[in-house]
């Protein structure tokens, strides 16, 4: 039972470009979400998805888009990245209801120069 | 605006010592408060979780205390072990466990 897997786990971008963060669950879950880390800043809600074709967007939405294609992927796209968009990205999955534990992934490191 | 506010940034206790993390939160709203564990490298997990009509929460080691009145939670983790050496993160949320809003994180090393 792999869980939630990212993918990649590391990535050099050069301002500007562009790139595609993958998160796969094998759980069956409805929700997905992607966070973003920053040292004393804990963790923040980028965007997240309560089910399949739907999205909506966090507490940090700008400079990103997301899909939601199959249950089981949720994408996370960056169009033009920019050094501010150097962190450590974690994507989580949970079922809906009351005390739903959310289950995170290894997380992305992403530098952007 | 940081709506869970967490505290100290960083504890370091001797193995057998009792640190507390303390949070405060601003959202009256909120009504499920888990704490989150991170080792290194690794993604947060779930470590014990409260609601708030219960003042207090046991799961082996580690202890949660609630005060709704004051808006405030604790982690309180007994005799610590130089394995729970982690950053700590207190959470809120409406309704349950969707849309997690996190506290800035507590970096604890606790010392053979």
């Known amino acids: 039972n792999a869980g939630v897997t990212q993918t990649p786990k590391f990535r050099v971008l050069k301002t500007g470009q562009s790139m595609t963060l993958l998160c796969a669950q094998d759980m069956n879950h409805e929700y997905m979400y992607w966070y973003r880390q920053d040292p004393g800043m804990g963790l923040r809600l980028i965007h997240y998805?309560?089910?399949?074709?739907?999205?909506a967007k966090g507490e940090v939405p700008d400079g990103y888009n997301v899909s939601r294609l199959k249950k089981q992927n949720f994408l996370l796209g960056l169009e033009s990245a920019a050094p501010s968009q150097t962190s450590v990205y974690f994507c989580?999955?949970?079922?809906?209801?009351?005390?739903?534990?959310?289950?995170f992934g290894q997380g992305t490191r992403l530098t952007v120069v | 605006q940081q709506q869970v506010k967490q505290s100290p940034q960083s504890l370091i206790v001797q193995k057998g010592g009792i640190p507390i993390i303390n949070c405060a939160y601003e959202?009256?709203?909120?009504?499920?408060f888990p704490w989150y564990q991170q080792f290194p490298g690794k993604g947060p997990a779930l470590l014990i979780a409260i609601r708030p009509d219960v003042s207090e929460k046991k799961e082996g080691r580690f202890t949660i205390s609630f005060n709704k009145s004051a808006k405030q939670f604790s982690l309180h983790i007994m005799d610590s072990q130089p394995g729970d050496s982690a950053t700590y993160f207190c959470?809120?949320?409406?309704?349950?466990?969707?849309?997690?809003?996190f506290g800035t994180g507590t970096r604890l090393a606790v010392r053979p």
């Open positions: 959202n009256t709203a909120f009504d499920y």
């Open positions: 959470a809120a949320s409406i309704g349950g466990g969707d849309k997690l809003t």
């Open positions: 989580a999955s949970s079922s809906p209801g009351w005390v739903a534990e959310a289950f």
């Open positions: 998805s309560v089910g399949e074709g739907t999205t």
